[in-house]
């Protein structure tokens, strides 16, 4: 599965990389990067969970 | 006139119910009674503040939600109908950034979230565990009973904020004072305004020294954003005081209250006392968090264009009041909200508000409040309250909820 970011939104808040290590990460700024775009199904429900706790609504999980 | 308004939605303007609503007496840790009817009967409904005006109450978690992403939102207390008067900064200009919308929030908000980067506070992890092993060891030392609030709740995160900002922490006088005032309830505007005042002239001469000398910490790193000519000396010290108000009462107050709710919990008080795994102590902090909502007041918006929603037009010009606290013990969301259980999954919740004036400062309070929760009670197993909890005062009367004092003994 995909794993969108929408770094311009992003505030900032590290909850992405709190959810999945594994995927996400912070610049210097704080703001997320992404790891990895492309998920396996051990990393989907971090990733949920990170979609879900983003305060921006910055992250999304597309479904193939 | 806004009586016409809200009589017209709600069949009468004597319907229109007083906001905030009194806590029951017999649970200082549930909503107020009142506030939870209100969430029954559906997600918005008009209330009446101090001053006659009569804004939205968004009392469940969906719509707060929504809301609080929603850009025709706005935080900036100068649009019309932003719920204001009765709040610290009344009388006094924007405490920075979180009363500014985006883009100008974002530029100034983005000058300070480099410290608060999960990987760098957690580093910062070991030096708040000393912190925190050296007031309990202090605690043990010293004479009991003991005000916890006094002794161990208040310094921590006052000490671990003036780490991070670079203010001595021998000053804390001056900032401890005055941030009660500044978030008392009954303070008047000119009171808080003096208070912060006081503050803010003791930051713009700490920023002054940091910019003509600088260090490795986040006033020095504010303070370069000046000689780099993006903000002006006012624009700094005003960010200075907002990261050193914020850091203080949330996190000392969480500390408090948890403990005195836990202590009324001891069957989860045991879950933390036997627990060392981090992941627990993580997800217990979060059930905290939901459970407990300092920010017992609520979000205050302004909102600028009609906004539909569930079944509602809210009009441009109409102010919205999102209070966490009850978003946060919504059934729809979290099953049997009113019971405290360390082992629920509550991540979702919206303690730190949500969308983008989410609290900047969450990834410190979380990492802080988990290695209190995660040694405290293990280090003093016995503790317990040293008055029945009838005596202890929670602070109905202030904009950060949680206990003046909190007498426990071992
Ligand atoms: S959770 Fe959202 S806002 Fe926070 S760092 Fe990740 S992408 Fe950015």
Redesign the pocket.
Known sequence: MKVE?E?D?????????V?AMEV?D?DDD???ILLTDEVGPELVDGVQE?AA???????RLVRP | MADTLAGAAHGGADTVPEFPMPRAARCPFDPPPALKELQEKGPLTKVRLWDGSEPWLVTRYAEQRQLLGDPRVSADTDRPGYPTKASPEAGEGKLSFIMMDDPEHARLRRMVTAPFAIRRIEALRPAVQRIVDGLIDDMLAGPAPVDLVEAFALPLPSLVICELLGVPYDDHEVFQGNTKTMVHRDATPEQRGAASREIAAYLAALVGKRLADPRDDLLSSIAERITAGEIDHREATEMALLMLVAGHETTANMIALGTAALLQHPDQLALLRESDDPKFVASAVDELLRYLNITHLGRRRAVTEDIEIAGQVIKAGEGVIMVNEIANRDPEVFEDPDRLDLTRDARRHIAFSFGVH?CLGQPLARMELQVVYGTLYRRIPTLRLACALEDVKFKHDAFIYGVHELPVTW
């Open positions: 970011l770094a939104k992003c505030v900032a808040s590290g909850q992405c990389v959810a996400f912070q704080g703001i997320a990170a706790v983003c305060p921006a609504a910055a992250i | 989410q």
